[in-house]
Structures are given as structure tokens and as C-alpha cells.
């Protein structure tokens, strides 16, 4: 079975800091990759995702995210933290092809920011 | 723009009473989920439609039941709310959830509901 570890539940860092939030995957074959953001009271916004191809990738906001398939990781990065990025951030993983397309999320690392 | 509305965005319910919290997108996908997030925790998958066919996760209590009368709207009804189902309730819709590559699951903004 698929599962999703993220061992960080609350990480703060100062504005303008740069910023790791630590993914670990289990999955048995060649996997989609996506990571995730929550404001309070909102539904979720995808930053990025990987399914193939180059494993460094870009998203939205500054983000990015290392797909290592040697250590079963996918942590998202970001040089420089702005106060807006305070959120929950949710890392998920899901099945490259093949069948129901059923995502598992980590339990999500709650991102402050202080100034 | 194309997106995800989830309607109410606040509800309060009693314990026992149904309600029903609405889905609806102008993606045109065929895929249509509902999630249940209880506080500071991850979303849990309840089911999903391909098209007109329901998926039931096996763990979603009978409670809860899903509706799909068209591609656009979906409708989560629950039909004996307890306690323990105040959530914030999440729909999500992709492309083909047939695992095709490229897709992605996009989310509305979420229903907080509250069983009093």
C-alpha cells in the first residue's frame, strides 16, 4: 500500500529564510508526486507535481521540489520565505498509471513565519 | 475561470439531522471526489464517481452517501450526522482518474461543517 510520511508536524522559520519541508513516499512502482497548500479554512492549491522527466521541480510561488527516487523523497524547497507562505503543506503520492488514480496525503507540516 | 465551488462554505447541522453539501465544476472533468478533513489532520478519501460509475472507499461509514446527476455537480448527503462527522468536507475533481499522466486533482474551497 501506498503511504506518505512527514515527519516535520510544525516547522517556523524566520521571513526571508530559506525553507525545506521533508517528504518521504512508499510506493511500489514509479510514482506521481504532488505537493499541496492549506490556508485556515481553505480548501487545497497544488504547488507542484512530478510524474516523470527531470527530477528537479518548479512551481508556483517560488517553489520547488527534488524528486529522489534513492531515498524515497520529495522534499519542496523555497530560498526565501514570505510571511504569506504560512500555511499547512500537504505532500501526497499517487499511482503512475494504471487503474483508480487514488491519492494518499502525509499528515501535513503546519509552516510559521515570524518576522 | 474554470474551477471548483463547494456550496455551503459554512454549515451547521444537529445531531441526526441530514444534510446535504453541494459540489459543483466547470472543469468538464470526468473524475469528482469527496474528502473528509477533520481538524489538523489529512484529507481522507470517502468516494469518488468516474462519469456515473461510484467508488466507494471500504472504510466510509454507510452514513454517508453521494449523489452525481450530471458531470457538473455532486452532492455528498449525510444522512444521520454523529458527533464525530464535523469536518471540513473537501470535493476534488480530475480529468481521468484513470491514472492517464498529467493528471492532477484540484480541490474546492472546502464546507466546514459542524454537529451539534
Known amino acids: 500500500a501506498q503511504s506518505v510520511t512527514q515527519p516535520d508536524i510544525h516547522i517556523t522559520v524566520s521571513e526571508g529564510a530559506s525553507l525545506e519541508l521533508r517528504c518521504n513516499y512508499s510506493y511500489g512502482a514509479t510514482p506521481y508526486l504532488f505537493w499541496y497548500v492549506q490556508s485556515p479554512g481553505q480548501g487545497l492549491q497544488l504547488l507542484l507535481k512530478?510524474?516523470?522527466?527531470?527530477?528537479l521541480v518548479q512551481g508556483i510561488k517560488g517553489f520547488e521540489a527534488e524528486f529522489k527516487r534513492s531515498q524515497s523523497s520529495f522534499n519542496l524547497r523555497k530560498p526565501s520565505v514570505h510571511w504569506s507562505d504560512a500555511a499547512e503543506y500537504f505532500c501526497a503520492v499517487g499511482p503512475y498509471s494504471g487503474g483508480y488514480q487514488k491519492v494518499t496525503f502525509g499528515t501535513g507540516t503546519k509552516l510559521q513565519v515570524i518576522p | 475561470d474554470a474551477m471548483v465551488i463547494q456550496n455551503p462554505r459554512y454549515q451547521v447541522t444537529q445531531f441526526g439531522k441530514p444534510v446535504t453539501l453541494s459540489c459543483s465544476q466547470t472543469l468538464n472533468h470526468n473524475v469528482m471526489y469527496w474528502y473528509q478533513q477533520k481538524s489538523s489532520q489529512a484529507p481522507k478519501l470517502l468516494f469518488h464517481y468516474y462519469d456515473k460509475d461510484f467508488n466507494n472507499e471500504a472504510d466510509t461509514p454507510d452514513n454517508f452517501q453521494s449523489r452525481r446527476p450530471n458531470t457538473s455537480f455532486c452532492f455528498l448527503d449525510i444522512r444521520s450526522p454523529g458527533l464525530g462527522d464535523t469536518a471540513m468536507y473537501l470535493c476534488a475533481t480530475s480529468r481521468d482518474g484513470r491514472g492517464g499522466t498529467g493528471d492532477t486533482q484540484y480541490f474546492g474551497p472546502g464546507t466546514r461543517l459542524t454537529v451539534l
Open positions: 512530478y510524474f516523470s522527466g527531470d527530477t
